[in-house]
Each structure stands twice: as structure tokens, then as C-alpha cells.
């Protein structure tokens, strides 16, 4: 599930003022009482949006209406028709992309004049937002955080009689337990693992950057993502669980539909799962595996960020509707409908998964256990291109067989490669 929050308007800036602190760490500054609409660029249903963004807002600010705008609407194509939205929500990891189009706002005077504590966010998930502004900025504020777990196929497990995964494995455990379920039964071949590359290298639980953002030069040929290379790719060389260029990347049909694969790494896929259980599929999770220089650590928060765009004429306004989504009540509505919290309060993010019905009877708190990665210490606008790069590396190297060293080599050549045309443009 998605949280994309989003929007754009026009209007005079609210005056300045005080007001009542608050315990949830954010004064509710004076912006008036004139009706204020909002345009918010999000990526949700209307039921969610009405009730994880609009409700929490109108709580606070009964004059501020929000307006959705849908993310069919192309943020280059709303800046040039003069529409961007008040307040834009993507990812953490897409802030280098709006910071480089000059349209979001840095919010560090907002927070002093607000009074807003931002000690009340989990120290790992701001620094992931400062470090990805950079130069000491806050270019958004954290909204909902990414999951990524182990699902296991629970028929699978009994069928070959070993005992299910438990949270809190390493990748060395969880792989003497892909080799246990990788088996063929009845002419049927079961697979033991496989994963969404997408998330265990673009939010690596090493914390590996991938350009030095002082050089603009690639960071990959190196022995901390030799290390993780090996690690998935060890996992793809297991006898009866290879893959070749027409299977790489098909694991989660494998998992829901097939019903072949017995541990599958990903994100949260609770929108696929209903279909899946109704088609027999008897499955739980536990926490991702971890490394053991990280333990009981998930990848890297590269969770939903909300930014108030440089052009809105309301950005008082915009502000404190996106304060209004980080009070309690609201982070409690994220994470009982499927996301983590960003708030430091453990008691909030228990209330995990409570609105979705097919976790009630499965390791629903297994999603909020681990902590997450600390960010890379380097983080540029051209990572989204070298973590593409590195994914169509490591595919090379699982489906041809070259060595790590190459893949690596190969990476590096391609990384600056690209890097330097996208500088010359």
C-alpha cells in the first residue's frame, strides 16, 4: 500500500500567529478562519484519503478542505500548465528529484514557527529525510514507513515436514531453510526462495551507498556489495531453484498463484493477498533475515514523505495540514491500515495491520519488530539510476553465470557512464 499525498492551490500566505502548544509536539498556529483549500497530489483510494489525510487535518484545522489530485496528473506536466500542487507526497528516496526542479519547499522554518517536535520521530527515519535533502535541509516530513518481510508457504513446510521460519532469522538460517523446502514431489518442482530485488538493494539493509556524493563517481565495486551479491545469488544456485531470464523476477506468482514457492521476500502485498487465500494459498510471515554486522535490522526507510511545493500561495496552510498528519491519531490510522508509523511511540505502531482482516490471524506485529536501516552516507540524484544499474547487474550474474568481480567491474563502468551523460544534458 501506497501513501502518496499530493496538491496544489492558489491564495495569500496566512498571517503568522501563535497558539496553544501541544502534547503531541506542535502548536496549532493561527491561519485564520476564512475556508483554505488545499490541492493534494496523492496516490490512494477516496475511503483512505478521507480518512488517513482529510480527517486528521479537519481535526485541527476545520477550515482546511483538501483536494485530491491523482497521480495520473504528471508533476512535469503540472509544472508547466502552472498547477503543481500545495503539498506533493512520494517516497524519501524521490526527494533528490524534486529538490533538482527547484519546487519544494525547505520546511525548517515552518518547524520553528509551528513549535514542532520532531523529536517525536524515530530518529532513523528523519535522518533518512535530512540526509536524502541534504545540506543540512528538511525538504518534507515523513509521513509512512515501507515493510518488507518473509512470507512463507505454510503448506509447503508440512508437506516436506520442516518447521516454519521464525522472526529474527539471519540469511544464513533462512538459506539452510531454502535448502530444506527446495524440492520436487508428485512431478511438482518447489522452489525454496526467492525475492523483490527492487527493495533488498535500493533500501539495503547494509546501508551501501552506491555514488560518492562528493565525486559523483560509482561506489559499487566494493566488498560490502560483493558480500550482498553473494548472498542473494547463493540463494538462486541451490539445485531445483535456479533461475533463468524467463523466471528471474517471478516470485510472487510463483507464491500466490502457483502456490510453488515456499519463502518469498517482498514488501506488502495485502491488496493480492485476498485472491490468493481464496485460491488456497495457507501462508504467514516473519521478519526479513538479517546480516549479522546488522541484526534484527529491515531494509532502509524509504517510506511516504509529504513536501509543500515552492510555488503554492498557501504555504502556512500546507504546513499545518501536513503537521495534522503526524499527530497520534493520524500515524495510528497508518499503521492499522497496513503502513508503519513514523513516530518514536512504540504503542502506536502495535496497532499495525488492525484494520486488515487477513493479518488477524497471522504475525501481525512481525512487521514493526525489526528496526530499520540506518540511510547510506551518500545520496545523490543519480541513485535511482545506479540501483537500476546494479538490479540488471545482479540479474546478469544469477542468469549467465559471470563472476561477482565482473558483475561489480561491469556496474561501476555503467554507473559512471551513465552518470556522465546525464550530467552533460
Same mark, same amino acid.
Given at each position: 500500500?501506497?501513501?502518496?499525498l499530493?496538491?496544489?492551490?492558489?491564495g495569500?500566505?496566512?498571517?503568522?500567529?501563535?497558539?496553544?502548544?501541544?502534547?503531541?509536539?506542535?502548536?496549532?498556529v493561527?491561519?485564520?478562519?476564512?475556508?483554505i483549500?488545499?490541492?493534494?497530489w496523492?496516490?490512494m483510494?477516496?475511503?483512505?484519503?478521507?480518512?488517513?489525510?482529510?480527517?486528521?487535518?479537519?481535526?485541527?484545522?476545520?477550515?482546511?478542505?483538501?483536494?485530491?489530485?491523482?497521480?495520473?496528473?504528471?508533476?512535469?506536466?503540472?509544472?508547466?500548465?502552472?498547477e503543481?500542487p500545495d503539498?506533493?507526497?512520494?517516497?524519501?528516496?524521490?526527494?533528490?528529484?524534486?529538490?533538482?526542479?527547484?519546487?519544494i519547499?525547505?520546511?525548517?522554518?515552518?518547524?520553528?514557527?509551528f513549535?514542532?517536535?520532531?523529536?517525536?520521530?524515530?530518529p532513523?527515519?528523519?535522518?533518512?529525510?535530512?540526509?536524502?535533502?541534504?545540506?543540512?535541509?528538511?525538504?518534507?516530513?515523513?509521513?509512512s514507513?515501507?515493510?518488507?518481510?518473509?512470507?512463507?508457504?505454510k503448506?509447503?513446510f508440512?508437506?516436506?515436514?520442516?518447521?516454519?521460519?521464525k *522472526?529474527g532469522? %539471519?540469511?544464513?538460517?533462512a538459506? @539452510?531453510?531454502a535448502?530444506?523446502? &527446495?524440492?520436487? #514431489? !508428485? +512431478? $511438482?518442482?518447489?522452489?525454496?526462495?526467492?525475492?523483490?530485488?527492487?527493495?533488498?538493494?535500493?533500501?539495503?539493509?547494509?546501508?551501501?551507498?552506491?555514488?560518492?556524493?562528493?565525486?559523483?563517481?560509482?561506489?559499487?565495486?566494493?566488498?560490502?556489495?560483493k558480500?550482498?551479491?553473494?548472498n542473494?545469488?547463493r540463494?538462486?544456485?541451490?539445485?531445483?531453484?535456479?533461475?533463468d531470464?524467463?523466471?528471474?523476477?517471478?516470485?510472487?506468482?510463483q507464491?500466490?498463484?502457483?502456490?510453488?514457492?515456499?519463502?518469498?521476500v517482498?514488501?506488502?502485498?495485502?491488496?493480492?493477498?485476498?485472491?490468493a487465500i481464496?485460491?488456497?494459498?495457507?501462508? *504467514?510471515?516473519? %521478519?526479513?533475515?538479517?546480516?549479522? @554486522?546488522?541484526?534484527?535490522?529491515? &531494509?532502509?526507510? #524509504? !517510506? +511516504? $514523505?509529504?513536501?509543500?511545493s515552492?510555488t503554492?500561495?498557501?504555504k502556512?496552510?500546507?504546513?499545518?495540514a501536513?503537521?495534522?498528519m503526524?499527530?497520534?491519531?493520524?500515524?495510528k490510522?497508518?499503521?492499522?491500515n497496513?503502513?508503519?508509523?513514523?513516530?518514536?511511540?512504540?504503542?502506536?505502531?502495535?496497532?499495525?495491520?488492525k484494520?486488515?482482516?487477513?493479518?488477524?490471524?497471522?504475525?501481525?506485529?512481525?512487521?514493526?519488530?525489526?528496526?530499520?536501516a540506518?540511510?547510506?552516507?551518500?545520496?545523490?540524484k543519480?541513485?535511482n539510476?545506479?540501483?537500476?544499474?546494479?538490479?540488471s547487474?545482479f540479474?546478469?550474474?544469477?542468469?549467465?553465470q559471470?563472476?561477482?568481480?565482473?558483475?561489480?567491474? @561491469?556496474?561501476?563502468?555503467?554507473i559512471?557512464?551513465?552518470?556522465a551523460e546525464?550530467?552533460?544534458?
Amino acid at each position: 500500500m501506497a501513501f502518496a499525498l499530493q496538491g496544489c492551490s492558489g491564495g495569500n500566505d496566512a498571517p503568522e500567529g501563535g497558539g496553544a502548544s501541544s502534547k503531541e509536539g506542535v502548536k496549532t498556529v493561527d491561519i485564520g478562519n476564512e475556508p483554505i483549500e488545499l490541492k493534494i497530489w496523492v496516490n490512494m483510494s477516496d475511503d483512505l484519503f478521507q480518512k488517513l489525510v482529510v480527517q486528521p487535518v479537519k481535526l485541527k484545522y476545520p477550515n482546511i478542505s483538501l483536494t485530491m489530485v491523482g497521480v495520473d496528473k504528471k508533476i512535469p506536466d503540472l509544472i508547466a500548465s502552472g498547477e503543481v500542487p500545495d503539498i506533493i507526497t512520494d517516497t524519501i528516496g524521490s526527494i533528490p528529484k524534486y529538490k533538482d526542479l527547484a519546487i519544494i519547499e525547505e520546511l525548517t522554518p515552518y518547524v520553528k514557527k509551528f513549535g514542532m517536535d520532531l523529536g517525536r520521530i524515530n530518529p532513523v527515519v528523519l535522518e533518512t529525510v535530512q540526509r536524502t535533502s541534504g545540506n543540512s535541509q528538511l525538504l518534507g516530513l515523513p509521513i509512512s514507513g515501507n515493510v518488507v518481510m518473509m512470507y512463507y508457504n505454510k503448506d509447503i513446510f508440512d508437506k516436506f515436514g520442516v518447521p516454519y521460519p521464525k *522472526d529474527g532469522l %539471519t540469511w544464513d538460517d533462512a538459506y @539452510e531453510l531454502a535448502k530444506k523446502v &527446495t524440492k520436487t #514431489d !508428485g +512431478g $511438482v518442482k518447489y522452489r525454496g526462495f526467492d525475492f523483490q530485488d527492487s527493495f533488498q538493494f535500493t533500501a539495503n539493509q547494509l546501508s551501501l551507498p552506491v555514488v560518492d556524493d562528493k565525486t559523483n563517481k560509482a561506489l559499487v565495486n566494493n566488498d560490502g556489495w560483493k558480500k550482498m551479491f553473494q548472498n542473494y545469488a547463493r540463494f538462486l544456485a541451490i539445485p531445483g531453484n535456479e533461475v533463468d531470464d524467463k523466471t528471474y523476477g517471478k516470485g510472487m506468482d510463483q507464491f500466490l498463484k502457483d502456490k510453488t514457492l515456499a519463502l518469498y521476500v517482498t514488501s506488502s502485498m495485502f491488496s493480492r493477498l485476498p485472491d490468493a487465500i481464496n485460491g488456497g494459498l495457507n501462508f *504467514d510471515m516473519v %521478519t526479513l533475515p538479517s546480516f549479522s @554486522e546488522v541484526p534484527n535490522t529491515t &531494509t532502509q526507510v #524509504d !517510506g +511516504g $514523505v509529504r513536501m509543500v511545493s515552492t510555488t503554492s500561495k498557501k504555504k502556512d496552510a500546507a504546513f499545518a495540514a501536513l503537521s495534522a498528519m503526524l499527530s497520534d491519531e493520524a500515524q495510528k490510522q497508518i499503521a492499522m491500515n497496513g503502513n508503519t508509523a513514523v513516530l518514536k511511540d512504540s504503542k502506536i505502531n502495535e496497532e499495525f495491520g488492525k484494520n486488515i482482516e487477513i493479518l488477524q490471524t497471522r504475525n501481525r506485529l512481525g512487521f514493526v519488530k525489526n528496526q530499520p536501516a540506518k540511510p547510506t552516507v551518500s545520496i545523490t540524484k543519480f541513485d535511482n539510476d545506479a540501483h537500476s544499474i546494479m538490479r540488471s547487474q545482479f540479474k546478469k550474474m544469477v542468469v549467465t553465470q559471470i563472476d561477482v568481480n565482473s558483475a561489480l567491474r @561491469e556496474a561501476e563502468e555503467l554507473i559512471n557512464k551513465k552518470i556522465a551523460e546525464t550530467a552533460g544534458k
